[in-house]
């Protein structure tokens, strides 16, 4: 079964639900509240840019399909599972929402699943993620803002975001925003950047400079963690090169550039604790709620006497 948005969409703005029938085929669906809504490449659009989020439309543009699993069990799923602590039991026919979804990488892993995918991004990035995934008719992609989400409160059985939140303005208040979204007796689970070691006080040092290099040319300088890679991982040397210049450590050569690119390149990076996350899901009145053992992961679940007004 094709998933349909036309029924789950309402107005960012004025919250109503948008005249029927949206069915986006047309250039632009406008609200009664005046506010209009374009679709583009088959992309229904609810902001006017990707604002803050340029660095990741320019990433998953070069990279659109670097870390797509060809094969079950590939290291995004594996990752998913780690992050999620989610199983395909826990998905398999369930109306899913990825707030950040990149590329596409873990949609296909929740879709191949047997979820039912809704993909929002800030980025340019839902472009790629619909080719890579346009054979999928139980995911659909939309443009939006984790801020101004166009959903009605209690749309989702299962919510999920995998290293997106900490590159928003306010980490603490994006997450804020998913929890009435969820369904009563529904699953939320986020990971986001850990507190680190002395070499990300390098690293984040470095970003200063780095955020306002042109994508273009900081991705081309990113190609250094191709070579560096192999003094980083030698004794004792190793160690003061990864301090000098920190990059990643992945194993495949187009993964660290990536990564690494990943790193330097966001306007908007935070670092938490266990602690300040897992608080977080507790002031939103969460149950069940697990930290897993990917720092910083967490889940919970949504109290099935909750209301959308306790959480709005």
């Given at each position: ?39 583009s ?49 826990d ?9 950040g ?23 340019l990035?839902v ?16 443009q939006?803002?984790?801020f ?24 603490g ?36 400079l ?5 994508h273009?040319l ?33 194993p ?61």
């Amino acid at each position: 079964m094709t998933l349909d948005l036309n029924s789950l969409l309402v107005c960012p703005g004025c919250r109503a639900s948008l005249p029927p029938p949206i069915l986006w085929g047309e250039e632009e669906r406008r609200c009664a509240c005046g506010r209009s809504y374009a679709l583009s490449r088959g992309i229904p659009r609810f902001v006017a840019s990707d604002a803050y989020a340029g660095s990741f439309s320019f990433e998953w543009q070069h990279h659109r399909r670097t870390q797509l699993d060809t094969t079950p069990n590939g290291e995004s799923e594996r990752t998913f599972r780690r992050k999620t602590a989610f199983t395909p039991e826990d998905l398999r026919g369930r109306l899913v929402l990825e707030v950040g979804c990149g590329m596409g990488r873990f949609a296909e892993v929740a879709s191949r699943w047997g979820a039912d995918v809704v993909a929002v991004d800030l980025s340019l990035a839902v472009e790629a993620a619909r080719e890579n995934l346009a054979e999928r008719p139980n995911v659909a992609f939309l443009q939006a803002d984790c801020f101004a989400l166009p959903f009605a409160p209690e749309t989702f059985d299962v919510i999920y975001s995998i290293g997106v939140l900490h590159h928003t303005p306010d980490c603490g208040a994006a997450f804020r925003t998913l929890v009435p979204l969820l369904k009563p007796g529904g699953t939320i689970a986020i990971w986001v950047y850990a507190t680190m070691g002395r070499w990300a006080v390098v690293a984040n040092a470095y970003r200063r400079l780095t955020t306002r290099t042109p994508h273009r040319l900081l991705h081309a300088l990113c190609y250094v963690a191709v070579p560096l890679y192999y003094l980083h991982r030698l004794p004792l040397l190793g160690a003061v090169t990864q301090m000098l210049f920190p990059t990643s450590m992945h194993p495949r050569a187009t993964w660290r550039v990536l990564d690494t690119f990943d790193w330097y390149s966001p306007r908007y990076q935070s670092l938490h604790t266990p602690d300040e996350v897992r608080e977080w899901f507790e002031l939103a009145g969460l149950t069940e709620i697990r930290v897993l053992e990917a720092p910083v992961a967490v889940r919970g679940v949504r109290s099935r006497g909750a209301s959308a007004e306790d959480n709005g």
